[in-house]
């Protein structure tokens, strides 16, 4: 059965950082995918977060692979915005490849955020968010049901 949202939102911590190392980087997706915000995973109130947050502030990300950026789409109506670079690095979690999403360069708003995704499923990412350094909260990215390629 392949991995989704509602999977990632009912593990904790331990196993969503477990399959994050479990996995390879996987190539730089391209076009759009649907997003889900990660926080308190494995409680109850993971889910609820999850839909305020997709209803009111992040919907996803739309990838120019071509190119190396993304932007985010965020607000009610979709607006597409906070542009980051795209490119692979080790990630700071365990050292191994991953895609970086990197603001640092590209948003006043996000310049202190780094984003790290790796393929954990066909069309689907698992992504971790960072404050410089330190870890903030989980995401995941899925493809599937965009015509987009991961």
């Not at 994050?20 to 889910?47: K, N, Q, R, Y």
């Not at 895609?99 to 360069?105: C, F, G, P, Q, R």
């Amino acid at each position: 059965m392949a991995l989704d949202a509602n999977q990632l939102l009912g593990m904790s911590q331990g196993e969503l950082d477990a399959l994050f190392s479990a996995h390879e980087a996987g190539p730089v997706p391209d076009g759009e995918a649907a997003g889900t915000a990660i926080i308190a995973p494995g409680t109850l109130f993971s889910t609820d977060i999850a839909a305020a947050i997709n209803m009111f502030a992040w919907k996803g990300k739309v990838f120019d692979a071509k190119a190396g950026f993304l932007r985010n789409e965020i607000l009610a109506f979709g607006l597409k915005a906070i542009v980051a670079r795209v490119y692979k690095a080790p990630s700071l979690l365990d050292g191994k490849e991953c895609i970086v999403l990197d603001y640092s360069e590209t948003s006043l708003i996000a310049s202190h955020v780094r984003d790290e995704i790796r393929l954990v499923d066909e069309g689907f990412y698992l992504g971790k968010v960072y404050w410089d350094s330190k870890r903030l909260i989980d995401f995941s990215l899925d493809f599937r049901n965009t015509g987009a390629k991961a």
